[in-house]
């Protein structure tokens, strides 16, 4: 979606830059997801893609959106 939105908008980043912190934060939320699942020895570390909406429920407290 990032790289959808440089092409709609000339490569402006400026214009996209919420597509960037959003980015950036889904991968933040993610690695620390996959850390925490790996502490408690959950397996697999990232939840597969039908767990994820259960998953963004249960640790959406760990992190504060940007």
């Not at 996209?16 to 690695?31: A, M, P, V």
């Not at 893609?49 to 959406?60: F, I, N, S």
Request: charged share 35%.
């Amino acid at each position: 979606m990032s790289y959808q939105c440089l092409d709609d908008h000339g490569y402006d980043r400026d214009q996209c830059s919420k597509h960037f912190q959003n980015y950036k934060n889904c991968r933040e939320f993610w690695r620390l997801v996959t850390i925490d699942r790996k502490k408690k020895g959950i397996q697999p570390f990232l939840p597969p893609v039908e767990e994820r909406a259960r998953a963004l429920e249960e640790y959406k407290h760990i992190m504060a959106w940007k």
